[in-house]
């Protein structure tokens, strides 16, 4: 059987079947994304199997064939079949995200796996990768839309993370216990050292769950890279962001703030927000920009290894 599937493991057929079931993922991704944060009416956020999917404004229910992934966005063009009301084109974004990761975590496990480990720990690796990708998609979107990283999706993957590396032969056990307190205790220390200094919240708590998670996989290295990695992305983003920003900013608020002496209490307040320090203000999560810098790793870092074996 697992002979079998080795030998189609490097068809296209294997490829379209791994992609098929990132985009299934992707799709159960893009549930969690938008019913696990809390909100005014959920307070401990909403179950991601309890009602199936329905249209958030007619609240009719999806059927099965509207509800799969890629293909029913594009050809319902990305409307509700009854109250054509426009589904954001971010549902495909994740679910085209969560498909492409899979491919890679498949690529890259079929391509290393035959020159140093039997196939059965390829799967695994396969599986492992692939989990891991799923959770920082989720972990990124949510932190994207309300800049919260959930410990309900933390936690658990601090454990599960940290169990998976005992599956894997590179792995000692004491890197995962590593990483994790270098990537609770990192982010700490970094944000205590910000606070101090500038009297303002940099990393979050959140922020040190997430490095944790990545630690529990990737131990230390993972972690400075994610760190690293993130702060270097998040500044290029940022700065490009801020740029943006300013540009639109400009044009609109010259013609509209000479005539208007009328009250000098009400708009004080939303003028002053407005204006500079609400663009200086406008901050990134930072979430998303260490789950790339993950990714980068869980990717690059079997490479780096394979190169080191050879020519090191
Ligand atoms: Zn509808």
């Given amino acids: 059987m697992l002979a079998q599937l080795e030998v189609l493991s490097t068809t296209t057929g294997a490829y379209v079947f791994v992609v098929v079931l990132g985009l299934l993922w992707g ?34 229910d999806i059927c099965w064939y509207d509800n799969v992934p890629l293909l029913a966005y594009l050809w319902l063009r990305g409307r509700c079949r009854f109250c054509e009301t426009q589904f954001s084109p971010r549902y495909l974004i994740v679910e085209a995200l969560t498909g492409a990761l899979f491919g890679v975590a498949w690529w ?24 891991f990708c799923f959770v920082m998609v989720v972990i990124a979107f949510i932190d994207l839309d309300h800049k919260l990283i959930l410990n309900k999706i933390t936690m658990p993957s601090v454990v599960v993370f940290y169990a998976a590396t005992f599956l894997l032969p590179e792995r000692r056990w004491s890197e995962g ?4 307190a270098i990537g609770y205790g990192l982010p700490w220390l970094v944000g205590e050292i910000y606070f101090r ?11 040190s769950m997430l490095l944790a998670v990545i630690g529990a996989l990737l131990g230390w290295k993972g972690v400075v890279v994610s760190l690293f990695g993130g702060s270097v ?34 708009p004080e307040g939303t003028d002053a927000d407005d204006d500079d320090p609400g663009i200086m203000r406008m901050e990134l999560p930072f979430g998303p920009f260490l789950a790339m810098g993950a990714l980068i ?6 490479w780096i290894h394979l190169y080191f074996a050879l020519f090191g």
Wanted: charged letters at 20%; glycine letters at 8%.
């Fill in 177 to 180: 216990l590593i990483g994790i």
């Fill in 27 to 60: 799709s159960f991704a893009n549930v969690c994304i938008y019913r696990w944060p809390p909100s005014d009416e959920f307070p401990d956020g909403r179950s991601v199997v309890a009602p199936g999917s329905h249209c958030f404004v007619c609240k009719r």
């Fill in 108 to 131: 890259f496990a079929i391509a290393l796996g035959p020159m140093r480990e039997s196939f059965d720990v390829t799967l695994v690796r396969f599986v492992v990768s692939a989990a």
């Fill in 233 to 266: 992305l998040g500044s290029v983003i940022g700065i490009t962001a801020l740029l943006v920003g300013r540009a639109r900013q400009a044009p609109a608020t010259e013609p509209a703030s000479p005539p208007e002496p009328e009250d000098p209490t009400t």
């Fill in 297 to 302: 790793y869980l990717f690059a870092e079997p």
């Fill in 197 to 207: 200094v500038t009297r303002r919240e940099g990393l979050g708590l959140g922020d």
